[in-house]
C-alpha cells in the first residue's frame, strides 16, 4: 500500500536549519511528484516546494532558503530549511501528484505530517 511518512520537524530557532524527509514506499518513486506543503494555524495551505521529473519547484516565500532533494536508493524526499523565519512555523506534509510533473492535477497520496515551531 502507498505510504509518505514524514519526520524531521522539531522546534527550530529563527536563522537556523532544519531537514525534513518523506520516506515513500508503495509505488514506483519515478511515478510522482513530490511535493511539501506546509499550513499554519489561520492561514491558507501552500505548496513550498516539489521534486519531480523536471527538477524542482519553489514558492516565492521559500525560494533561495529552501531546497528539495530526492534519494533514490533510500526513497526519500528531503525538504532543507534554511535561515527559517517565524512565519516558516507550520505543519508540513508531503504528498504526491497524479503525474511524475509537479503541478499537474491534483495529489493523490497524502502522509500525517510534522509539524515544524520556530522560535526566536
Known amino acids: 500500500q502507498v505510504q509518505l511518512v514524514e519526520s524531521g520537524g522539531g522546534l527550530v530557532q529563527a536563522g537556523e536549519s532544519l531537514r525534513l524527509a518523506c520516506l515513500v514506499s508503495?509505488?514506483?518513486?519515478?511515478?510522482?511528484?513530490v511535493a511539501w506543503i506546509r499550513q499554519a494555524s489561520g492561514k491558507e495551505r501552500e505548496e513550498v516546494a516539489c521534486i519531480g521529473s523536471a527538477g524542482g519547484t519553489y514558492a516565492d516565500s521559500v525560494r533561495g532558503r529552501f531546497t528539495i532533494s530526492r534519494n533514490y536508493i533510500e526513497k526519500t524526499v528531503y525538504l532543507y530549511m534554511n535561515r527559517v523565519k517565524s512565519e516558516d512555523a507550520a505543519v508540513y506534509t508531503c504528498?504526491?501528484?497524479?503525474?511524475?510533473?509537479?503541478?499537474?492535477?491534483?495529489?493523490?497520496?497524502w502522509g500525517k505530517g510534522t509539524p515544524v515551531t520556530v522560535s526566536s
Open positions: 508503495g509505488f514506483n518513486f519515478e511515478d510522482y511528484a
Open positions: 504528498a504526491t501528484y497524479e503525474t511524475p510533473r509537479c503541478g499537474s492535477g491534483g495529489m493523490k497520496f
